[in-house]
């Protein structure tokens, strides 16, 4: 904590200019060599063009970015990956923590010190060689720390609980370039906050998190032909009463590409997909996989043990960056007429739809159990988590996809909770749904928050939280 102290009280001098002499990292304005390549986010939909770009080496460099910003009367945006920008960097300074990539494993006390740039494949990778995981989500290239402060589902989720549950701190420098230190013992209305409540009460410059044991899981998918996604879905719901906390599981309807890197039993061609992830016995894993496996045999079985260190394979997100438009909406059932719209919507009609990808995730467990005061994150009680993709390369692209994502939740709204996942969220949702992901008491005490936190909206790109009035 001295340390922290005595950061706070140096980055409270005044900001000397220009910022490219003070930081370590690198400075990129517009015109610059440069510049276009540090821009980029891992979403090729977004195309933002800041004001200035700060590629941050340490906690330090973002102090003196977030000083710079403020006293020259810019907005903070704020980037890991790029894997989830809520609102374009465009004319703010956007704080990169790209190289701000450190893993400290503690295996005494099973947690660890992740820094803001960390991607999850690193951190699993640290934690697995001491007999460790953390709470990442499907994709080893998102940013774990972007990801926690949306709150953080993954396939350990039913077993452990959320990412945001699992932090132990966050060091973060607030509105005014001091930096400081929540967690249940400091400042904790503002760790409260920041377990799912996004980036707007502060830039995160690293969080402590749990670890838990966790080395062999009976994880995979069973691929079944698309023409039986109505039973697939069906027996889908059928089946989750029955599962323990230990399976974490989703169904997904997927149209794979017709792309020569696309493996060939799959190229080209549209499955119904059950996925999931058994943290606890094999044995058991293997009797609730069977099950299916009784039912009808899938084209493709690829469920089995395996490390948890490969478990990014029980997804297979894109790594390369891709155009994607996403909706997302935690959903009230699985009844037969949720069905058929998740298939309308999905499955080819004739030709190649403009939603490739469409899942529905099992959440509940310990998401459900943990203390909803401990932290802002809500929809706790909520149990089928929707998330569908589009593909859009090209603005007419972008524009087909973007009905077809309308028409799509219409079409699905009666069997919709109302409520939303921050984390899965795209564009204009990502800004103007913010009342449907939080109740609503906890929305106005985020509200104060911010205003006592961050009363000028400094760091207006992140969740749209805005200052109670
Ligand atoms: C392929 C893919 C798979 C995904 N899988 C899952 C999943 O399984 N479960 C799940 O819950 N989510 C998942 N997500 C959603 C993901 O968690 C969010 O998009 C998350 O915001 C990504 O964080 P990032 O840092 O990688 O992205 P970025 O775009 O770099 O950051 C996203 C936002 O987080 C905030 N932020 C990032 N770093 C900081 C910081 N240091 N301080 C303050 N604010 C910060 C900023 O507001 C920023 O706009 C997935 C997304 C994709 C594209």
């Known amino acids: 904590m001295d340390t922290v102290r005595e950061l706070e009280v140096e980055t409270q001098e005044a900001c000397p200019e220009p910022l490219d002499g003070l930081v370590k990292g690198r400075v990129y304005a517009p015109g610059e060599p440069g510049y276009h390549e540090a821009r980029r986010a891992w979403n090729l939909t977004i195309d933002q063009y800041p004001a200035l770009v700060v590629v941050a080496r ?74 460790l995981a953390p709470l990442l989500g499907s994709s080893p290239d998102v940013g774990a720390v972007g990801y926690t402060l949306g709150g953080g589902l993954g396939w350990l989720s039913r077993k452990y609980g959320l990412s945001a549950d699992s932090v132990r701190a966050f060091e973060l420098v607030t509105a005014d370039g001091r930096r ?63 599962l323990p906390d230990e399976m974490t599981s989703s169904v997904v309807l997927m149209n794979f590409p017709p792309f020569p890197q696309v493996p060939e039993p799959v190229r080209g061609k549209s499955f119904a997909i059950v996925r999931g992830c058994y943290a606890g016995d094999i044995a058991e894993g293997q009797a609730l996989v069977d099950a299916w496996r009784h039912w009808r045999a899938p084209a493709i079985d690829m469920f089995g043990p395996m490390s948890f260190a490969d478990a990014a394979t029980i997804s297979s997100d894109p790594e390369d960056p891709v155009p994607g438009v996403s909706m997302g909406a935690w959903m009230a059932d699985l009844a037969d007429d949720t069905i058929d719209t998740l298939i309308r919507f999905t499955a080819p ?77 795209h564009g204009e949702a990502s800004r103007s749904r913010i009342a449907d992901a939080y109740p609503a008491k906890s929305l106005q005490w985020l509200r104060a928050l911010k205003r006592e936190w961050d009363p000028d909206n400094l760091f207006s790109h992140a969740f749209a939280v805005l200052p109670e009035p």
């Open 58 to 131: 340490d906690a330090d460099d973002v102090a003196y970015a977030v000083r710079w910003a403020a006293d020259a009367g810019l907005k903070v945006a704020v980037q890991a990956t790029g894997h989830g920008v809520v609102t374009p960097a465009d004319d703010a300074v956007l704080i990169v923590t790209s190289e701000m990539t450190g893993v400290e494993v503690d295996p005494a006390t099973h947690t660890a010190w992740v820094e803001a740039g960390t991607k999850w494949g690193q951190v699993l990778a640290a934690a697995q060689a001491h007999g």
């Open 349 to 425: 009609q004739g030709g190649p739809p403009p939603v490739v990808f469409t899942e529905v995730r099992h959440i509940g467990g310990a998401v459900a159990r943990a203390d909803a005061a401990r932290s802002v994150y809500g929809n706790r009680s909520s149990e089928l988590l929707l998330d569908a993709i589009g593909m859009a390369p090209t603005r007419e692209a972008a524009s087909a996809v973007e009905h077809a994502m309308v028409a799509f939740e219409a079409s699905l709204a009666p069997h919709l909770t109302g409520g939303v996942y921050m984390n899965f969220l």
């Open 180 to 242: 400081i230190r929540a967690s249940a013992d400091e400042h904790p209305d503002l760790f409260w906050g920041l377990r799912g409540g996004g980036g707007s009460l502060g830039v995160v410059t690293r969080m402590q998190i749990a670890l838990y044991p966790v080395t062999t899981v009976y994880g995979g998918n069973l691929l079944y032909p698309i023409e039986i996604a109505r039973d697939v879905l069906m027996y889908y719901r059928d089946w989750l009463p029955t």
